[in-house]
């Protein structure tokens, strides 16, 4: 795998402002796209629905929750419940009649609001005192739906999801669900690839460094982050709801829990902050690695005849989810994306490592 | 409605909360001396508390001994923490500190649940389950013993405070530079500290522990704690005590009228609103400091 | 090297603090310093003149070891302290050899009373009798810090703070002291009475001090010998009566530009940094 500038020359801006102004990069997106719908016959039944489908599905919300943790600065730590308010939107706007698709913006922007709200009670702080806030309007959220009947739907808090139907047509085959995801996958990374190059990416990034240097120069803070806050709000109240309509298929308030939001964050900082590629490491790692690591040491053990409790085992998982934040955050703070930077960058010049700046 | 059932709640609730604080000056504790919000205070009081009960049930040991052993282990566990895990992202954003933290947190809740199981726990000190009564009200005899230990507590960190060392600590905690041009090792100062809220959270181990026995729902403390926290000013000591007297009080007193109207966990609201209404209003708390400005 | 002294008085072999051809980066690209040699004699007073930005305050870390905190490095040259090379050691280590920095804008513990700030500079293992004498001494020099010895050090007047500042430098029992622009924001009234008391400790107590100053003509009042950097590079090193009389120096530093605009100065300037 050879990343090699040379040879590139670039006549005019337009070519060098390509989104991926590196051959071997297209070559590399194109391959993965093909993979990607070629999953359902590449991948067995249990790897497609239970893997890799929702991987795609968190590597959306991640990259939403990464605008604007990664690109405007700002913490959220009530992402979850943004997702949940999406999800339970688009549930009840189905069940009322509403047509999916509209259910699902509906749920999407049913979130931006909710979110937007979030933001004017909360981007008047910074810092600590930002997460915290988010934090506790996750609380409120929790609380909110589990205890409003009309809302969460009854005594068993569990919400059955109708089918979905695209276009009036059931979709109900794995591959069909499959490539909802997809599609809404690779719907929020071109947006995010783009958002880089946009007027709106930088401003974002001027006001995450340092947001008065930025009201100096003229880039209004306080309405970027409010756009960054309602923008994510959107990508994940629409990611919720398409979990729930492919994935999980009801909607229960633990969900959209706390942990979940912890977790998103998870993926967000182990994939890299404000890094497209990361959030997919990111999600992947942090949804996989947990329990692969489990059942390696539950092999291992039988293997050495070692008796491991089931409870022991249980608890594993989140031990290694610790311990992956805590080993990424020591050994590379700007997480996995920009290791896989390293080594682009790394190849990119590769064997003249001194053409390097 | 009826006053004395008014005053115990109160009463109660201010005991309660006098634990809040006993959480929260761990964080106060941390936050001051090198501004990291700990995230993992709760799972420091979870730990605490097992490695009592590692020490009592596991290695024998009667409880007088066990918890001033618990104690000395874990003001050495707080320290490595800092080092190993903190002190390296020194200056890094503090999105990255307060997921190391977060990170922290739950490895060791999950750490703990590995090694001792999720199952709770009983913790035995010897605190009698008898009615304790003030003229008409009836008071938890457990929370009276936890207030008063953190009374003690904190008249302890007060007078610390004083000493050349503690003098030191708030030196730190004012500016870094000037420290290090005079010859403070602010790495250990910053090291201390930690270890101190660790011994703090052993202190709120044992004593929740023996309320509620020790299980991983000790960690989420933390709620209560950086609440607290953040109420009186996140570098107030004697804001951590008045603040939590005053979650203590409301948090009672809330959930005693409205439980039976919203039916149970109003709790968890009122701390959440409490949590939001002060960041709104009052950020910097009842008692944290903004800088000095000159007149 | 570039740094040409005009004329090194010859007292070598006697220097508390011998910087040798110092080379100062930030972040592993901005380079602050380029070449400094610099030498303090045993209890003497020199002072280090240069405009804003002229890197005085970089060369002052590089010898109290603060630089790593904001991550700057000596990437050639040496620091010799007593004739031993400083280098590597924490700035803990250099404070306990003797050396002490007095950070501009004064910075004092401004939560601490002044008394606080003096015990906090301290050493902690040293004697509880040696903290109270060199206390005492600290208030004997600076009597209006012991008038105000229980109020928060944070609403002292600035004079106050930047006694109280070499008040706890004083406390870590130096042998040399170095002082960075202790009278910026200060009426010259006190500039005047903080430098002759600077002076007095510099003779009574035998303490080294080198006095980094934008304000040349207060500060070559006190100093034998002064240095003056622009630039990142030592320009001129002279005793303090010929730099007086220096007209470069006065032309810039002391006022005196009479008859030429700005637009001139800024023209010789520029001209005189080629040369350097
Ligand atoms: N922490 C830093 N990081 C990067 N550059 C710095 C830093 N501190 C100072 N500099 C640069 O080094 C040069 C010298 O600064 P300084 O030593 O503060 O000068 P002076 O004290 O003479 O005013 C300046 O160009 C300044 O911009
Ligand atoms: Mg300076």
Redesign the pocket.
């Not at chain 3, 240069?50 to 060369?59: E, I, L, R, V």
């Given at each position: 795998m050879l990343f090699r500038q040379a040879g590139i020359f670039h006549t005019d801006y337009a070519a060098d402002r390509a989104m991926f102004p590196i051959p071997l990069d297209r070559w590399m997106v194109g391959v993965l796209l093909a993979l990607g719908l070629a999953a359902p016959w590449v991948f067995s039944s249990l790897a497609l629905t239970s893997y890799v489908m929702p991987w795609l599905i968190w590597a959306a919300a991640a990259l939403g929750l990464n605008l604007i943790l990664g690109w405007a600065g700002q913490f959220h730590f009530g992402y979850a419940a943004i997702m949940g308010i999406g999800a339970y939107t688009a549930v009840h706007g189905v069940r009322a009649g509403i047509p999916w698709e509209i259910a699902v913006v509906l749920g999407g922007l049913m979130a931006t609001v909710v979110g937007i709200v979030f933001a004017f009670a909360a981007l008047r702080v910074k810092g600590l005192y930002l997460a915290l806030s988010t934090l506790a309007l996750q609380f409120v959220m929790d609380w909110v739906i589990s205890h409003v009947p009309a809302i969460s739907g009854g005594v068993s808090a569990t919400l059955q999801a109708p089918t979905l139907r695209l276009l009036g047509q059931q979709v109900t085959s794995e591959a069909g669900l499959y490539y909802v995801a997809l599609g809404w996958c690779l719907f929020v990374t071109v947006f995010m690839l783009n958002l880089r190059r946009t007027a709106l990416g930088r401003a974002l990034v001027a006001v995450r460094e340092k947001d008065f240097a930025a009201a100096v120069i003229g880039v209004q803070s306080f309405y970027y982050k409010l756009v960054a806050f309602a923008t994510s709000s959107f990508i994940g109240g629409v990611s919720g709801a398409i979990l729930v309509f492919t994935f999980y298929h009801a909607v229960t308030p633990e969900q959209f829990s706390v942990n979940v939001s912890i977790e998103l964050l998870a993926m967000v900082i182990v994939g890299g902050l404000a890094s497209i590629i990361g959030s997919y490491f990111g999600a992947a790692f942090i949804l996989l690695l947990p329990g692969q690591i489990n059942q390696l040491v539950a092999w291992t053990a039988k293997l050495m005849g070692a008796d491991i409790g089931v409870e022991t085992l249980a608890h594993i998982p989140q031990m290694v989810y610790g311990a992956l934040i805590i080993g990424v955050l020591l050994v590379e703070p700007m997480g996995l994306g920009k290791l896989y930077a390293n080594v682009r960058n790394y190849l990119l010049v590769w064997p003249f490592g001194y053409a390097r700046k | 409605m009826d006053l004395t059932y008014l005053l115990e709640l109160s009463v109660n609730g201010a005991l309660a909360g006098l634990m809040y604080s006993l959480v929260a000056m761990g964080i106060v504790l941390i936050y001051k001396s090198s501004s990291v919000p700990n995230l993992a205070q709760g799972s420091l009081v979870m730990l605490g508390a097992y490695i009592v009960l590692a020490f009592s049930n596991g290695l024998g040991a009667p409880m007088w001994m066990a918890i001033p052993l618990a104690m000395a282990f874990m003001f050495f566990a707080g320290m490595g923490i800092e080092r190993l895990a903190l002190r390296r992202l020194a200056g890094r954003p503090i999105v990255m500190i307060l997921m190391m933290t977060l990170g922290l947190d739950i490895f060791l809740r999950a750490g703990a649940m590995t090694i001792w199981g999720g199952s709770g726990r009983p913790m035995r000190i010897g605190i009698s389950d008898d009615p304790l009564f003030l003229g008409p009200l009836l008071l938890n005899r457990a929370y009276v013993v936890g207030a008063a230990v953190t009374l003690v507590l904190f008249a302890v960190f007060v007078l610390f405070f004083r000493t050349r060392r503690g003098v030191v600590l708030r030196a730190i905690s004012d500016d870094y530079m000037a420290s290090w041009s005079v010859g403070i090792s602010v790495e250990r100062g910053v090291a201390l500290s930690w270890a101190l809220a660790s011994v703090v959270a052993t202190t709120a181990g044992v004593l929740w522990g023996s309320i509620q026995s020790v299980d991983q729902s000790l960690s989420t403390l933390l709620l209560k704690g950086i609440t607290v926290g953040v109420l009186g000013g996140l570098d107030s000591l004697g804001g951590a005590i008045l603040a939590g007297i005053l979650l203590g009080v409301l948090e009672s007193v809330a959930s005693g009228y409205l439980d039976k109207l919203l039916g149970g966990g109003s709790r968890d609201l009122v701390v959440a609103a409490v949590l939001i209404l002060t960041i709104m209003i009052r950020p910097h708390g009842l008692f944290g400091r903004h800088d000095i400005e000159r007149i | 090297m570039t740094a040409t002294p005009t004329q090194v008085p010859d007292e070598a072999g006697d220097e508390v603090l011998t910087l040798n051809n110092v080379e100062v980066i930030?972040?592993r690209i901005?380079l602050?310093?380029k070449g400094v040699s610099v030498q303090v004699p045993r209890g003497g007073m020199i002072a280090l003149l240069?405009?804003?930005?002229?890197?005085?305050?970089?060369?002052l870390?590089a010898v109290s070891g603060l630089l790593a905190a904001?991550?700057?490095l000596v990437t050639r040259g040496e620091v010799c302290f007593m004739g031993e090379d400083i280098g590597g050691l924490a700035p803990q280590r250099r404070v306990k050899m003797g050396i002490v920095q007095v950070l501009?804008g004064r910075r004092v513990f401004e939560h601490l009373t002044p008394d606080e700030n003096l015990v906090a500079a301290s050493a902690i293992h040293g004697s509880r009798h040696d903290m109270a004498r060199n206390r005492d001494m600290v208030y004997t020099y600076f009597p209006r810090l012991r008038e105000r010895r229980a109020a928060a050090a944070g609403y002292l007047s600035g004079g106050e703070q930047q006694m109280l500042a070499i008040g706890r430098a004083l406390m870590t029992q130096p042998k040399l002291l170095m002082l960075?622009?202790p009278s910026l924001g200060l009426a010259p009234f006190l500039v005047a009475e903080i430098f002759d008391i600077v002076r007095r400790i510099n003779r009574e107590e035998g303490l080294s001090v080198l006095l980094?100053e934008q304000n040349a003509v207060a500060a070559l009042e006190v100093v034998s010998h002064g240095y003056l950097?622009d630039n990142?590079r030592i320009v001129m090193h002279d005793s303090a009566e010929a730099m007086k009389k220096n007209p470069d120096i006065q032309q810039f530093y002391l006022g005196g530009a009479e008859g030429r605009n700005f637009h001139d100065i800024k023209h010789y300037s520029r001209r005189k940094r080629w040369l350097s």
């Open positions: - | - | 930030y972040d901005a602050a310093i240069g405009a804003n930005g002229a890197g005085k305050s970089t060369m870390k904001e991550r700057g501009e960075d622009e980094v950097m990142g």
